[in-house]
């Protein structure tokens, strides 16, 4: 009787191959180029100079155009920056955007757009006025009027976006330039890089923004261009305070306030400012979106369309110093939630 070895081996010559396991598959390559176009070298057409600003994704430089001698500023963004497709494509679409609301007043213009192996290079108008908290700290008098101009201005481009089916995201001072140092210089808004095309009724979930001015339903992954109303409330709330409504040490703390805090109308200038100013505040900081004013209907609210009705004595002058506080710590600590963002506190509850 054979052993069961014998049994078990298969003949001379017969052996079974030997298993061999397959590479892993690569990685799926990132793509080489953002833009669905070639173009020309930007340093052929431009003399770049100074540092202007640097983003979460990009770096901006004072450019000159050969040609003309006109200047301009240019974004830079390093594609190595640029981790997988996801983020090729969100540069393309603010690109996209950036050409949709061009021809906007109020809109930073775009001028053109160059890509080389390393960089996508935007070269839009240059805003030279400054950042809209410093200018209204360097210009002294300021009253309810004048922030009723600016809110009108900033509301305007947010109807002008969802009008043309693009919602912002990311509305906040710090993204509102003036074209000039001249008195009556456009205000314009400069950054859509969180921005997004979206159809009507559509929802989004990723959590994106700036903290102070992010909406609830922002932190509960269910929005819609309501939020971005949300972001001009928030603002309008500062323009008149020289705070933010919601205010905490921490991100986390500023989000539990704007789930759960109490708008405050008690303290300091609020007794003094008007009625019609404080009920717009709260029609735009309505937590629930659905009640929430459109964006349209806050350019026909009496405090924006009245002239008379939004008083033009000056301020308290401690909004003006409060306001250049709030500046000078935002200029400090950029906070800035992008596609990925942290979540909302799990013990919290919905609100609407």
Known sequence: ???????????????????????????????????????????NLYTIG??????????????????????????????KKLICKEDYDDVWREIQIMHHLSEHANVVRIK?????????????????????????????HYSEREAAKLIKTIVGVVEACHSLGVMHRDLKPENFLFLSTDEDAALKATDFGLSVFYKPGETFSDVVGSPYYVAPEVLHKHYGPEADVWSAGVILYILLSGVPPFWAETELGIFRQILQGKLDFESEPW???????????????????????????????????????APDKPLDSAVLSRLKQFSAMNKLKKMALRTRGPMVPENSTKMF
């Not at 892993?24 to 833009?35: N, R």
């Not at 009640?291 to 008379?308: F, N």
Request: glycine share 8%; net charge positive.
């Open 271 to 309: 007794p003094g400012i008007s009625d019609s100013a404080k009920d717009l505040i709260r029609k735009m900081l309505d937590r629930n979106p659905k009640r929430r004013l459109s964006a349209h209907e806050v350019l026909c609210h009496q405090w924006i369309v009245d002239d008379r009705v």
């Open 112 to 140: 053109g757009t160059y890509e080389d192996r390393l960089y996508v290079h935007i070269v839009m108008e240059l805003c030279a006025g400054g950042e809209l908290f410093d200018r209204i700290v360097q210009k002294g």
């Open 50 to 79: 100074k540092k202007l600003g640097q983003g979460q994704f990009g770096t901006t430089h004072l450019c000159t155009e050969k040609s003309t001698g006109i200047n301009y500023a240019c974004k830079s963004i390093p594609k």
């Open 1 to 43: 009787m054979s052993s069961s070895s014998d049994s078990t081996n298969p003949p001379p010559g017969m052996e079974k191959p030997a298993t061999v396991t397959p590479p892993p598959a690569p990685p799926p390559s990132k793509p080489i180029w953002v833009l669905p176009y070639k173009t020309q070298s930007l340093q």
